[in-house]
């Protein structure tokens, strides 16, 4: 069994890939730190990063070894252990310079196929899975915002000098890891990438222990595709039977009744997101949940789920009864849970079916939610249900045109500096002005003309 988890420097993958090593009793593989044992070699050969050549003399025929003990592993390079020298900016900025050329990446890679591990391995860096183990059993990738890397990173130089006053500045901690992201995603041998198949993990608000949790689940997680992940791709892998055959079934409807036109679903990324769109008649929630290319949560009024085999179907098409009580902390409860296991959620912010069919103010709940679960928002405009099927009407029609478009995602890191209120407040602005501008591009580029 091999586990890959890559990312950016400093995105909380060594720590996390101890922590879930010792659990599983695996072996772990550093890969960033036989770079460094690399770069420190060159350092002291006095060799120049920049030249190739003599980088490559220097390399040529160099042993390493790493002797992997209860407190650590120790690399070992010559015979020389270098292991506590190898964290320092200078050797980080070193490593990342030569990581850049094709016989150090081939020399590390030959190390890395042939690192010993009996029971399983969790290897961690940068190519791990897109190049290094392809066929990893499971892939996973962290991501943390460049701020918070260089805390983490100034934290742990502090922790790691002899007298506990770090010898670089915060500023020029970031300074070298915004370079350094730079130059690993930029160069042309294995850029930094997240690989296909991989989880994504954004660590920037997590702790350990919660990025832990999360990871332990996405291992956990069987990788046998079930029978839609074959038919309707990686993300619909552990649907069920039911959901998988109604969104074949209203996604035709919607086309062929309905000539569906979706944009925007390339904005739509893998992991946990919030999808918030206008509401204006009863076809909006089956075309939402056939348009959104990912599996997807929402909430159904629980009185629905009083008659049995509606309730059954409701569940099976992953259907969350909610109260109408705003203080139902159950209902609540359980919107975050869809979320806090990387699942996307749909929610109306204008918290009602619009009877004018226009966009109505928006309700604090969507907010709310995005703050609590710090989940991203997509904000998402529909067109042309209300057309064919307006609230007040006993009977849709069976033809019309109805379009979906997805923006880009309102992050909510991008809110955090900010207080919880005043971070409602702004995103809630933020969707209402977004949602606008969809609607306003679509009229003109479709060239309707507003009801
Ligand atoms: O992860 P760490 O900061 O220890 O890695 C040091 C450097 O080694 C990185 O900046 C990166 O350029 C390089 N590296 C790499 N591929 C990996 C691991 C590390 O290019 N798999």
Redesign the pocket.
């Known amino acids: 069994m091999i586990i890959t988890i890559?990312g950016t420097?400093?995105s909380g993958?060594?720590t996390v890939a101890a922590l879930i090593a010792k659990k599983f009793g695996y072996e772990k593989l550093?890969?960033?730190?036989?770079?460094?044992s690399m770069?420190h070699k060159i350092l002291i050969e006095g060799a120049d990063p920049a030249d190739p050549e003599a980088v490559q003399k220097v390399l040529d025929g160099v042993k390493l070894h790493v002797e992997n003990e209860p407190r650590g592993a120790r690399y070992i390079v010559d015979g020389q252990d270098v292991t506590d020298q190898i964290r320092s900016p200078e050797v980080?900025q070193v490593?990342?310079k030569v990581?850049?050329y094709p016989f150090v990446?081939a020399l590390?890679l030959n190390m890395q196929r042939h690192y010993p591990y009996k029971k399983g391995l969790v290897a961690?860096?940068?190519?791990?899975g897109s190049v290094?183990f392809p066929g990893a059993t499971r892939k996973l990738f962290l991501s943390a915002k460049p701020e918070e890397r260089a805390k983490r990173r100034y934290q742990e130089l502090i922790e790691r000098s002899v007298d506990g006053a770090a010898t670089v500045s915060f500023d020029e901690v970031l300074n070298g890891i915004v370079e350094?992201d730079r130059?690993?995603e930029e160069r042309e041998n294995?850029p930094?990438v997240r690989p296909e198949g991989a989880i994504e993990i954004d660590t920037t608000n997590l702790s350990i222990e919660e990025v832990c949790v999360r990871m332990e689940n996405a291992i956990a997680k069987p990788k046998r595709k079930k029978f839609w992940g074959y038919i309707l791709g990686e993300r619909f892998s552990e649907i069920n039977f039911v959901y998988g055959f109604c969104y074949v079934l209203t996604k035709g409807i919607y086309k062929l009744f309905y000539r569906s036109e979706i944009y925007g679903r390339e904005n739509l990324v893998p992991g946990k997101g919030i999808v918030a769109v206008n509401h204006v008649s009863f076809l909006d929630p089956p075309l939402m949940g056939s348009s959104i290319p990912d599996e997807v949560y929402a909430m159904a009024i629980d009185y629905l789920f009083k008659f049995p085999p509606f309730a059954w179907l409701l569940r099976k098409l992953h259907s969350i009864p909610v109260s109408g009580n705003a203080s139902d902390r159950a209902s609540l409860k359980r919107t975050l849970d869809v979320l806090s296991k990387d699942k996307k959620l749909l929610i109306f912010p204008e918290g009602e079916r619009r009877k004018c069919g226009t966009l109505g103010p928006l309700k604090g709940g969507v907010a709310m939610l995005a703050s609590l679960a710090k989940a991203d928002v997509y904000p998402t405009y529909l067109y042309g249900t209300y057309q064919a099927f307006p609230p007040g009407k006993k009977f849709p029609k069976f033809w019309g045109k109805v379009y979906v478009v997805f923006g880009k995602p309102l992050k909510w890191a991008d809110y955090e500096h900010l207080s919880a209120k005043e971070a409602r407040v702004k995103l809630l602005e933020d969707l209402a002005v977004a949602l606008r501008d969809l609607e306003q591009n679509l009229f003109k580029q479709k060239n309707i003309s507003p009801n």
């Open positions: 890559d420097s400093g993958k060594s550093d890969s960033g730190a036989l770079y460094r770069a980080s490593a990342s990581a850049g990446r590390v961690e860096g940068r190519d791990m290094v350094r130059r690993d294995c930094l």
